[in-house]
């Protein structure tokens, strides 16, 4: 959300996310960056934001902003900050170098956008240059921009870039978000959407309307279905104890479908727990 727009950040308070990120980039007018600074790093410090994982992102490398966003996020000590446009691995190191030397306390995780062709192709190397770095974050608005290419419905042009930084992120054992919907009137593409991102591998969405949560949660939440498949497969997995495969509905069951059952369980006992 725009750390300009002061009613949004009162009403993130109690919106149902599981993190927050209070822009200082692309969404706060040139004349406004100093005041988004400020309202951003005073949120982050607050405590106000219960369990929701407060992020600031900080404009890019190379902009007049950057310095003193940086400097500032780091006093602040946001649970993560986001950066934009970030480009190799290199770059990777030296934010942390410069988070070092702001201070940033050690809770708080660098977040870098992957949304440059550049940045796409050196994912692999980009997730895995730094412990500090937490997440990869999909900049699809940029991403398509910079390749040139259409938004359509399906996001058949940037399919291969999705998956290439889901794979990356997945091979460095970092966190990823799919990029954000622009139409937030058209909830059904939303919805078509964010399943493709779940089914992508996707970990979530990142958002920018309240009007988008419910579905995105509704989404990214093991279902009902799922939930009762996972008991029902563990079930079946204890009472053929032993065997190395069991079949459960009809399908082959090996300990790695184990895993992923749990997996799925402890996801909903996350989400019932925070609802
Ligand atoms: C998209 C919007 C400009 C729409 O704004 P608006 O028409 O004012 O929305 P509503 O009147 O429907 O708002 C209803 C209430 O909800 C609050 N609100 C609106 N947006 C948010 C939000 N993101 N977070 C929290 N709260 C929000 C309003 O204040 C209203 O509250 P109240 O009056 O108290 O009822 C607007 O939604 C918006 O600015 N969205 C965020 C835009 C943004 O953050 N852009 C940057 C990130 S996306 C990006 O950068 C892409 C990436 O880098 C890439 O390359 O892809
Ligand atoms: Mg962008």
């Known amino acids: 959300m725009p750390s300009s727009n002061e009613r949004a950040l009162e009403k993130a308070k109690s919106l149902p996310v599981d993190g927050l990120i209070l822009d200082l980039e692309d969404a706060v007018a040139p004349d406004a960056k100093a005041t988004a600074r400020g309202n951003a790093c005073a949120a982050a410090a607050s405590g106000d934001y219960g369990h929701r994982e407060v992020t600031i992102r900080v404009n890019g490398l190379g902009t007049e902003w950057h310095d003193d966003d940086l400097a500032a996020a780091c006093a602040a000590g946001p649970d993560g900050i986001v950066v934009p ?6 770059e990777v190191r030296s934010l942390v170098t410069a988070m070092e030397r ?14 440059t062709p550049g940045a796409v192709l050196g994912a692999a190397e980009l997730a895995a240059a730094h412990e500090r770095l937490a997440v990869l974050v999909l900049g699809t608005n940029d991403l398509v921009k910079e390749l040139q290419a259409r938004f359509v419905p399906g996001r058949a042009p940037i399919l291969t870039a999705l998956s290439h930084v889901v794979l990356a992120a997945r091979a460095a054992g970092v966190a990823v978000l799919d ?7 058209d909830l059904d593409g939303f919805e078509d959407e964010c399943r493709q991102g779940r089914d992508l591998g996707f970990d979530g969405k990142t958002l920018i309307h309240p009007g988008q949560v419910e579905a995105c949660n509704a989404t990214f ?3 009902e279905d799922e939930v009762e498949d996972a008991r029902g497969l563990l079930a079946a997995w204890e009472e053929g104890a032993g065997s190395g495969v069991v079949t459960h509905e009809g399908r082959m069951v090996e300990n790695l479908h184990v895993e992923v059952a749990r997996r799925v369980l402890a996801t909903h006992e996350a989400v019932r727990a925070r609802s």
Do not use: Q
Request: proline share 7%; charged share 25%.
């Open 221 to 223: 939440a093991p279902s």
């Open 102 to 115: 702001h201070g940033a306390p050690d809770t708080t995780r660098l977040w870098a956008m992957v949304e």
């Open 179 to 185: 990029g954000v919907y622009n139409d937030v009137k």
């Open 85 to 90: 446009k970030v480009g190799s691995a290199d």
